[in-house]
């Protein structure tokens, strides 16, 4: 590999770019290899879609130059990009939802008179399909697909036009295991064909999986570049963060306490009236945390929403600290004493054109404290959210911010910031670190474990394994809305979780 | 007096002014499906109708000939289309407001250049009917069919356009991407602000000359002469389900009730009071029609939200 000196495909020199009040990027190089996956690392903000957005032609550089297979281009648009050869698969599909896969491949691609002919279409689209295993419905409609094959649809999409280089955007947030390796295979076969891949991800142990050069980005500029072999996972961290962080969260064992959350034979019925949630039963004693794994869409969402009450259950009990809740609804449920940090932050955790202050106080606002016969002590108000946001370390530029402003992973310290300061002692806490960069996640984690020591009950829904392995007392896991396996901390094994996540135990304990 | 209703040679009269009558909605409707399906709400073809009609009836008057005032109404509906455009293209404004400053716009200056220019009505030389070969003279469904205005047969003909434009061609495929996921159009470099401008030129032309098809085939003008067709016909989009094929069925559906409504008066079957009540069904249809079709299905996802790349 290292004997000849190969001409890079892509060279991004010194590139800049000042958006109001940051530097998005700072005079960052960037080379891409024929054939290589070039990862891109970086904490939320730190510049990696702006970066990427300039290559696509969706922004425009202040300064510095882009080169493409050894010439300088200028990429002004979208269009001016794929004729380039550099295609992109956005974190966020791009996708016309209402169009078939065919339909979605052809646009943008003119036809002859104007008029659209989607049979030659559809013959490349098979020999493109058939050469890179990816396999696809070509006449289904986009919303009838599941994500995986949406992915499909959308690398296919690329590879139709016949792209050299290609962008991939958090390709693997979205996956289950097995959709992920198959996506692995795919990129492979990609580079062996001489494509450039660039890959942005959070994931560090996949980034080293798969790449040949990772360029890592703090604040805009380029903060490290490695090879995967010359690097471990906590020194990327590191270049990412600023700061060393580390990965095994201590654990200290601590006396457990009585039931606080006790679900008996609970039913619930989701969004299309089927049953999501099938005769669940658990416990969660205090100083306790259990972890709910499972893929995404086993009953997780409906579970969570069922004991907050903000969903209505078919049957069953739910019990908090000891008394039997009759008529859930979030405030009875909140009296009781249970605190929640929802799966959707910016749909059920804020309201995101709310100030900071008025996201922390939407809990305690009507209590004792904070007012009096209706009028709001908007004082008392100040100093409360003044220590949350010291305590918790929420970035933001000031208390009267909207919160929209902030970053995600601010966002989900506001929150948890809100419901861990409410006195509540049984937790219930969904997805709490999707999306959320390393170092607040780490934060995020540190803050359960402070509760679990405090003997509060902590209930962790979370589709990411490797934190419900890391924080967990005792692992349930969740499929098709029932609880199919439980291990305790001590005996976690890696590949039994897997296969029952997977629904594979079934045929071997039968 | 209802056995004079139920004849052979009514029914004929009511049947072909149906068709006669859904001419304007069919236009309005028409175009504003094609707008709405690129995600432009245009809530002010009302007052284009108004300008259109007022532009045709101008023109014609002014130069003698129906076909000028054809010309006028498209003209005008294609600036009132620019205008728009740039107010919610380039403004990014919101187009629910934008639409109802349109129809003040459209009912206001038709008020004041009519009262300038025209003071009293004159009557002026309508389209004449095109009677089709051969077809016209077939007993009873020549007479319902093919004795029209040549606006009705265009009308027609413009929902099989419409139809082919939107599922057969790639503008078509670039409108429908722009009004269900316009950022995944503009990543294949479709340019989504130039498709709606499209739309909304075609949009507004086609409300122009759904105003000249109110006043050709009669001759005369007033102020506010399109009493809400214009509301209707976006009414009719939703009913239509975003489809030609449906605009089409909602515009013969109010057709036939403005037809039976003149016929009861033609025949005296309602005079007085009941006469304005009659009158007010058009408008009770919409309602009924709108509480029905509260279904969204087929909805464009992206239906009156500016597009902007950075926002």
Redesign the interface.
């Known amino acids: 590999m290292q004997t000849e000196p190969v001409a890079p495909m892509l060279e991004m020199r010194c590139i800049s770019k000042r958006f109001p009040g940051v530097m998005a990027n700072d005079s960052v190089d960037f080379t891409v290899l024929p054939g290589t996956v070039h990862s891109l690392l970086g904490e939320n903000g730190a510049g990696k879609s702006t970066l990427m957005k300039i290559l696509y032609g969706l922004c425009r550089q202040d300064s510095g130059s882009i080169h493409f297979e050894g010439k300088e281009v200028d990429i002004s648009s979208p269009s001016k990009a794929i004729s380039h050869g550099i295609g992109m698969i956005h974190q966020h599909f791009m996708l016309v939802p209402t169009l078939t896969v065919a339909e979605n491949v052809a646009l943008g691609l003119g036809g002859r008179y104007g008029i659209s002919d989607m049979r030659p279409i559809k013959k490349r689209l098979s020999e493109v399909s058939e050469r890179y295993g990816l396999k696809v419905n070509h006449d289904a409609l986009i919303w009838q697909l599941a994500v995986g094959e949406r992915q499909r649809a959308e690398i296919l999409k690329a590879l139709y036009r016949d792209v050299k280089l290609l962008i991939l955007d958090e390709p693997t947030a979205v996956l289950t295991r097995n959709e992920v390796d198959d996506l692995f295979v795919t990129l492979r076969q990609l580079t062996a064909d001489g494509k450039g891949l660039i890959l942005i991800s959070h994931k560090l142990h996949e980034v080293i999986a798969l790449s040949d050069e990772i360029t890592v980005l703090r604040d805009g500029k380029v903060s490290g570049h490695t090879r995967p072999k010359e690097t471990t996972r906590d020194q990327l961290a590191q270049l990412m963060v600023g700061r060393p962080v580390s990965f095994t969260r201590e654990v200290a064992s601590v006396g457990i306490g009585d039931v606080k959350l006790a679900i008996k034979d609970l039913i619930v019925r989701g969004d299309r009236e089927t049953v999501t949630v099938n005769n669940l039963s658990l416990q969660v004693r205090g100083g306790e945390i259990v972890g709910v794994a499972g893929v995404s869409g086993n009953g997780q969402r409906e579970l969570a929403e069922a004991i907050f009450g903000l969903r209505p259950n078919e049957s069953g009990e739910i019990c908090i600290n000891g008394v039997r809740v009759v008529k859930p609804s979030p405030k009875a449920i909140r009296a009781c004493g249970l605190a929640y940090v929802p799966e959707e932050r910016m749909r059920d955790g804020v309201i995101a054109d709310f100030t900071v202050t008025e996201n922390l106080m939407l809990v305690d606002y009507d209590s004792e404290s904070f007012a009096t016969k209706g009028f709001l002590k908007l004082r008392a108000f100040q100093q409360r959210c003044a220590e949350l946001v010291k305590n918790f370390a929420v970035k933001t530029a000031t208390l009267e911010s909207k919160t929209r402003q902030l970053s995600g992973g601010n966002i989900q310290k506001l929150v948890i910031a809100r419901e861990f300061s409410s006195g509540a002692d049984t937790l219930v806490v969904a997805q709490p670190t999707r999306g959320v960069d390393i170092g607040a996640s780490e934060y995020i984690h540190e803050q359960l474990l402070l509760r679990r020591r405090n003997g509060s009950a902590i209930l962790l829904i979370s589709e990411d394994l490797d934190e419900v392995i890391a924080l967990s007392d005792r692992i349930l896991v969740i499929l098709g809305g029932r609880i199919v396996g439980e291990v305790s901390r001590q005996d976690v094994n890696v590949q039994q979780l897997g296969l029952w996540m997977s629904g594979v135990h079934d045929q071997v304990s039968a | 007096m209802w056995s004079e209703f139920f004849t052979v040679s009514s029914l004929v009269v009511v049947l072909a002014s149906t068709i006669r009558l859904a001419t304007p909605f069919l236009f309005a409707s028409l175009g504003e499906t094609l707008g709405q399906r690129s995600g432009v709400l245009n809530l002010g073809i009302e007052g284009v109708m108004l300008i259109g009609a007022f532009s045709s009836y101008y023109a014609a008057s002014k130069t003698g000939s129906p076909w000028m005032g054809v010309l006028a109404a498209l003209v005008t509906g294609c600036v009132m289309g620019l205008l728009y455009a740039f107010v919610t293209l380039v403004l990014h404004a919101e187009q629910g407001i934008s639409g109802i400053g349109v129809f003040l716009l459209g009912l206001g200056l038709t008020d004041v250049l009519f009262q300038r220019w025209v003071g009293t009505p004159i009557p002026i030389d309508g389209l004449d009917p095109w009677n089709i070969p051969f077809l016209a003279d077939i007993p009873t469904v020549g007479e319902i069919f093919f004795q029209h205005n040549p606006l009705v047969y265009l009308s027609v003909l413009l929902v099989v356009v419409a139809t082919v434009v939107i599922n ?7 409108i ?2 722009v009004g ?2 316009p ?8 340019s989504v602000n130039r498709t709606r401008l499209f739309t909304i030129l075609i949009g507004n032309c086609m409300a122009g000359l759904a105003g000249a098809a109110l006043v050709l085939p009669f001759g005369t003008f007033q102020q506010n002469l399109t009493s809400g067709r214009g509301f209707i016909a976006v009414a009719l989009v939703y009913f239509g389900a975003w489809r030609p094929i449906g605009a089409f069925a909602g515009s013969l559906l109010f057709g036939f009730v403005l037809a039976v409504v003149n016929q009861f008066g033609a025949l005296g079957i309602v005079s007085g009071a009941t006469s304005s009540l009659t009158a007010m069904a058009p408008a009770i249809l919409t309602i009924v029609v709108l509480a029905i079709v509260s279904r969204r299905i087929g909805q464009p ?1 992206a239906l009156s939200k500016p597009f902007d ?2 926002g």
């Not at chain 2, 057969?168 to 670039?174: I, K, S, W």
């Not at chain 2, 950022?183 to 479709?190: E, P, Q």
């Open positions: 057969r061609t790639t503008f078509g495929l670039n429908r991407a269900e996921a950022d995944a159009a503009d990543t294949l470099g479709i996802a790349r950075n």
